[in-house]
C-alpha cells in the first residue's frame, strides 16, 4: 500500500512566523504535491515536483515555495504566514508511468494562522 | 484548461436506496478520469481511474462508469459508512490532476 504521511495533522502558528510542512511518501513515487482545499473551492494545486530539486508552480503559488531534496520528501514552506493561508494543506505523491498516474494523498494538516 | 463539474452538491439517502452521481468534464485530451473518497478532515482516498468511454469499474456498492463527456458513480443500495464527499479528477497533458468541488453523500440508517 502507498503510504504518504505529513509531518502535522493540526498547526496554530502566528501571523509573520515561517512555517513548514513535510511530507514523506514511501513508494519511490516521481511526482509530488501540495494543494490547499478550501470550503466551496475545492483542491487548489500549490506546487509540484515531477523530480528530486525539480519544481513547478501550480495555480496559487502566491505566499509559498517548496524544497525537495530527496526523491520521498516534499515540504512546503509559508515564509511569513498570513490568516488567509489557514486552511487544510494536502500532499499526493504519484508514479508517472506514461498512461497512469492517480494520485495517492496523505492525511492532511490543518493549519490555522491566527 | 480542464475543467470538471460534479453534480449534485449533495445528496441525502436513505440506506438502501440507489443513486448516480454525475461528473462532467472539458478536457484536451483525456488521460484518465479518477474517483476519489473523502472523509471530513481526511485525506482523499482513491477509488478509481478510468481510461477510455464504455469502461467499467467496481469496487462493494460502488460502480463507475464512463462516456466520452461525463462520468457516473453509481452507489447501489448504499449504507451510512458510504457517507463521505466524493471527488472526480481528470488527468489530460501532463502529470496535473484537475478536481471537481464534490458530492456531499449523506445516508440514513
Known amino acids: 500500500d502507498v503510504k504518504v504521511t505529513q509531518s502535522s495533522r493540526y498547526l496554530v502558528k502566528r501571523t509573520g512566523e515561517k512555517v513548514f510542512l513535510e511530507c514523506v511518501q514511501d513508494?519511490?513515487?516521481?511526482?509530488m504535491f501540495w494543494y490547499r482545499q478550501d470550503p466551496g473551492l475545492g483542491l487548489r494545486l500549490i506546487y509540484f515536483?515531477?523530480?528530486?530539486?525539480?519544481?513547478e508552480k501550480g495555480d496559487i503559488p502566491e505566499g509559498y515555495s517548496v524544497s525537495r531534496e530527496k526523491k520521498e520528501r516534499f515540504s512546503l514552506i509559508l515564509e511569513s504566514a498570513s490568516t488567509n493561508q489557514t486552511s487544510m494543506y494536502l500532499c499526493?505523491?504519484?508514479?508517472?508511468?506514461?498512461?497512469?498516474?492517480?494520485?495517492?494523498f496523505g492525511p492532511g494538516t490543518r493549519l490555522t494562522v491566527t | 484548461e480542464d475543467q470538471v463539474t460534479q453534480s449534485p452538491e449533495a445528496l441525502r439517502l436513505q440506506e438502501g436506496e440507489s443513486s448516480s452521481l454525475n461528473c462532467s468534464y472539458t478536457v484536451s485530451g483525456l488521460r484518465g478520469l479518477f474517483w476519489y473518497r473523502q472523509d471530513p478532515g481526511k485525506g482523499p482516498e482513491f477509488l478509481f481511474t478510468?481510461?477510455?468511454a464504455g469502461e467499467e469499474k467496481e469496487k462493494e456498492r460502488l460502480k463507475a462508469t464512463l462516456t466520452k463527456k461525463e462520468s457516473f458513480l453509481h452507489i447501489t443500495a448504499p449504507k451510512p459508512e458510504d457517507s463521505a464527499t466524493y471527488l472526480c479528477?481528470?488527468?489530460?497533458?501532463?502529470?496535473?490532476?484537475?478536481f471537481g468541488a464534490g458530492t456531499t453523500v449523506t445516508v440514513r440508517a
Open positions: 499526493a505523491s504519484s508514479l508517472y508511468s506514461g498512461s497512469s498516474y492517480e494520485q495517492y
Open positions: 479528477a481528470v488527468g489530460s497533458n501532463d502529470y496535473k490532476l484537475s
Open positions: 478510468l481510461y477510455s
Open positions: 513508494m519511490d513515487h516521481e511526482n
Open positions: 515536483s515531477y523530480d528530486v530539486k525539480m519544481k
